[in-house]
């Protein structure tokens, strides 16, 4: 059965302190793995694809990269604004369907 | 904004009722699924439609039905609430049914009392 597990669960940063967050997935057949961020209260914002290992994206202060089993969030000198849950989704199998897999998410707070 | 709306914004409603939640993809987004998200189960697939048909099911309780009609918007029942109903309800549209980044849009909080 397709599986996402993110990790930590929670983290807490100092403004400027960079650290990763981690997605590691079990899924036949990676059809493409999404990070999401999302706002209490609010829709997932998407940030990122990524399509086979070996891939990076970057947008401004965040990095996604991925291997055969797992997916990092990298965030570099991270400021308050960048607190949010990170969401970690992906899409497998055969078939032609958009299901996807989320995992728990990453709460990521960042203090001035 | 990510061009998917959603309403209502917030649902009150008793155990037992049927509440209808709406969803409007993006402009040119023929695919439309349907997630929950409480807080114990995370995000949820629901269902999911492409150009008017049933494309795939979730984990969708018998008590839940969904439909998308010609122009594309697209519908949630859910009958005969239950305490355990009360989620976030969240649409997403994409162009194809597979593989495209899924855009959500902000939700439908769903309180059953």
């Known amino acids: 059965e397709d599986q996402v597990t993110q990790s930590p669960e929670a983290l807490r940063l100092q403004e400027g302190e960079s650290s990763s967050l981690n997605c590691s997935y079990t899924?036949?057949?990676?059809?493409?793995l999404f990070w999401y961020r999302q706002d209490p209260g609010k829709g997932p914002e998407f940030l990122f694809t990524?399509?086979?290992a070996g891939e990076e994206k970057e947008k401004e202060r965040l990095k996604a990269t991925l291997t055969k089993k797992e997916s990092f969030l990298h965030i570099t000198a991270p400021k308050p604004e960048d607190s949010a849950t990170y969401l970690c989704a992906v899409l497998g199998g055969s078939s032609n369907t958009g299901k996807l897999i989320f995992g728990q998410g990453t709460t990521l707070q960042v203090k001035p | 904004d990510s061009g998917v709306t959603q309403t209502p914004k917030h649902l009150i409603t008793a155990t037992g009722q049927r509440v209808t939640l709406r969803c409007s993809p993006r402009?040119?987004?023929?695919?439309v699924y349907w997630y929950q998200q409480s807080l114990d189960q995370g995000l949820q697939f629901l269902i999911q439609?492409?150009?008017?048909?049933?494309?795939a099911k979730g984990n969708i309780l018998e008590r839940f039905s969904a439909q998308q009609f010609p122009d594309l918007h697209s519908e949630l029942n859910l009958s005969s609430l239950e305490l355990g109903d009360s989620a976030l309800y969240f649409c997403a549209s994409s162009p194809t049914p597979q593989a495209d980044t899924q855009y959500f849009g902000p939700g439908t909080r769903l309180t059953v009392l």
């Open positions: 402009s040119g987004d023929l695919s």
């Open positions: 899924v036949s057949g990676l059809r493409g």
């Open positions: 990524l399509y086979s």
């Open positions: 439609y492409y150009n008017g048909e049933e494309r």
